[in-house]
């Protein structure tokens, strides 16, 4: 069966660094464009950032733009989202997303998306 496990989350200082990682299971997870997206309550969920099947091709939304990378290891299945210099406003729950059709385009919209994991809580406060 499929599964996405985000991991990684917790409680950080305005200015630190996380790194999200989202291990997938239960289908071929290197044909797959891989996505992280993140919710606060109250809000829709919302685009950060996406990767290709290959890796070669990178996206992020515009507020995360030079803060964050995302990168991933088809040899372990598994995705990451490194986060740099972190704001009160990326507190969000993060979630990680499969796209079944693995191309290198920009695609933003969640409803594209065929697998999700559970979340993982990122907390930005002192």
């Known amino acids: 069966q499929v599964q996405l496990v985000e991991s990684g989350g917790g409680l950080v200082q305005p200015g630190g660094s996380l790194r999200l990682s989202c291990a997938a299971s239960g289908f071929t997870f290197s044909t797959y464009a891989m996505g992280w997206f993140r919710q606060t309550p109250g809000k829709a969920r919302e685009f950060v950032a996406r990767i290709s099947w290959s890796g070669r091709f990178t996206y992020f939304a515009d507020s995360v733009k030079g803060r964050f990378t995302i990168s991933r290891d088809n040899a372990k299945n598994t995705v990451y989202l490194q986060m740099n210099s972190l704001k009160p406003e990326d507190t969000a729950v993060y979630y990680c997303?499969?796209?079944?059709?693995?191309?290198?385009?920009?695609?933003?919209?969640?409803?594209?998306?065929?697998?999700w994991g559970q979340g993982t809580q990122v907390t930005v406060s002192s």
């Open positions: 997303a499969a796209d079944s059709s693995g191309s290198r385009s920009y695609i933003p919209n969640e409803i594209e998306y065929d697998y």
